[in-house]
């Protein structure tokens, strides 16, 4: 069975940093593109950013590009993604979600998401 | 950026009755869109892909139709588990989702 399991949500002030994990398991995790995924509270699905299995292919939402980082540790079947300099507006759940080897933006599996809240 | 849009933002439906969603794609993502369901407190899950393709589990009540620009998911006969927000989502390229319709008991 495929789980996700994201951490690392946090109540954080404006303009500090964050790291959140996501841990994989049910499957070769290094054979699949993952995302990152995020929903203000009340609000849609907004996508963040995206890793190949790699590492060669990386992108980002322009709302995010120059704060974030998204890296993956395939040997410890891991995606991570850095937050810096975060803002009021980046206060969401964040979901780690896997894609299909066949369409790498058909987001198949999804985890349960961890809060992210930046607030003074 | 292709943007998805979606119709309506709500709709009431009576247990039992047909719900048709829209969605369209502000350019041609050929067959490749999804929708997905999300209820209160859970992950979205993913329903349909490639316009048409239910995932397996998926109740055969939930269809899905379109290609290019214009989609459609339909829900023939709505059970009281349908009762959720549904969201479109291109990936043609980078992902790029709908705002959702809310559909709700009426």
């Known amino acids: 069975e495929v789980q996700l399991v994201e951490s690392g949500g946090d109540l954080v002030q404006p303009g500090r940093s964050l790291r959140l994990s996501c841990a994989g398991s049910?499957?070769?995790?290094?054979?699949?593109?993952f995302h990152w995924v995020r929903q203000a509270p009340g609000k849609g699905l907004e996508w963040v950013s995206a890793?190949?299995?790699?590492?060669?292919?990386?992108d980002y939402a322009d709302s995010v590009r120059g704060r974030f980082t998204i890296s993956r540790d395939n040997a410890k079947n891991s995606l991570y993604l850095h937050m810096n300099s975060l803002r009021p507006d980046d206060t969401a759940l964040y979901y780690c979600?896997?894609?299909?080897?066949?369409?790498?933006?058909?987001?198949?599996?999804w985890g349960q998401g961890t809060l992210v809240t930046v607030s003074s | 950026e292709i943007v998805m849009t979606q119709s309506p933002a709500t709709l009431s439906v009576s247990p039992g009755e047909r719900a048709t969603l829209s969605c369209w794609a502000s350019?041609?993502?050929?067959?490749?869109l999804a929708w997905y369901q999300q209820k209160p407190g859970q992950a979205p899950r993913l329903l349909i892909y490639?316009?048409?393709t239910r995932v397996t589990g998926i109740p055969a009540r939930f269809s899905g139709s379109g290609s290019g620009t214009g989609f459609t998911l339909t829900i023939s006969s709505l059970q009281s588990e349908d009762f959720a927000v549904y969201y479109c989502?291109?990936?043609?390229?980078?992902?790029?989702f709908g705002r959702g319709t809310k559909v709700e008991i009426k």
């Open positions: 989502q291109q990936y043609n390229h980078w992902p790029t």
């Open positions: 979600v896997k894609g299909t080897t066949r369409h790498w933006s058909l987001l198949e599996n």
């Open positions: 490639e316009a048409s």
């Open positions: 350019q041609s993502v050929s067959s490749n």
């Open positions: 049910g499957f070769t995790f290094k054979d699949y593109v």
């Open positions: 890793i190949s299995g790699n590492s060669g292919s990386i």
